[in-house]
Structures are given as C-alpha cells and as structure tokens.
C-alpha cells in the first residue's frame, strides 16, 4: 500500500509561483510512476503532469506545458509540482497520484494510489 501526502498549497496572486511536494510512503516509489491532476470547482478532474520511474519522462497538459515542471528525488521519495506564472484558472484541487507501472500517460485509470490533495488559489 502506498499513501501520499500533498503540500505547498496556497493563495498566490496571478504570475507568481508555487512548488507542491508529493511525499509518499512504500518501498516501491521508485519503480512507479506519478502524476498530478487537478479539480476545480464544478469541473471534472483532469490531467496535469506525469513523470516515469526514472524521471527521464515527462508529459505535461497543454493547458500547463511551458508554465509547470514536474520533477521527483527518488531519495526521498517525493514528487514536485513547480509552477510558474499562475493564472486565475489553474485554481484547483491538486492531488498526486501514483502507478504500478515504471511509465504510463495521463490517463486517470492507471493510477492506482490517491493523496487527498492541496488547494492551489490563484487571485487576479
């Protein structure tokens, strides 16, 4: 069983930058993937982020690419979000999420371990 744990959220105005930490429990962070999504008020959640076992691959959402970075210190089995020049829309749940595969893509069905979240807030 593996459990993950969101941080760094928060209220920052539009333009500024936020970095959310993923920290996850089990022996085996470093053999699966992670990925970040996002929910906001009356949407559906969606895709932002995924990064490979390794850290050599990544895929971002359009809606995000240029702006976020996803990176992870297998080490100490924690996963990031940096993101950069916030727009009021990227004004969300953000939760992380974690497979049982090496890679997989955005797809919500592969992951199969949930953190709770952290709410991002961006003001114009």
């Known amino acids: 069983q593996v459990q993950l744990v969101e941080s760094g959220g928060g209220l920052v105005q539009a333009g500024g930058s936020l970095r959310l930490s993923c920290a996850a429990s089990?022996?085996?962070?470093?053999?699966?993937?992670m990925g970040w999504f996002r929910q906001a008020p009356g949407k559906e959640r969606e895709f932002v982020a995924t990064?490979?076992?390794?850290?050599?691959?990544?895929q971002y959402a359009d809606s995000v690419k240029g702006r976020f970075t996803i990176s992870r210190d297998n080490a100490k089995n924690t996963v990031y979000l940096q993101m950069v020049s916030l727009k009021p829309e990227d004004t969300a749940v953000y939760s992380c999420a974690g497979s049982r595969n090496a890679w997989t893509t955005g797809n919500q069905g592969n992951y199969n371990y949930w953190g709770q979240g952290t709410q991002v807030t961006v003001s114009s």
């Open positions: 990064i490979s076992s390794s850290g050599s691959i990544v």
């Open positions: 089990g022996r085996t962070f470093s053999n699966v993937a």
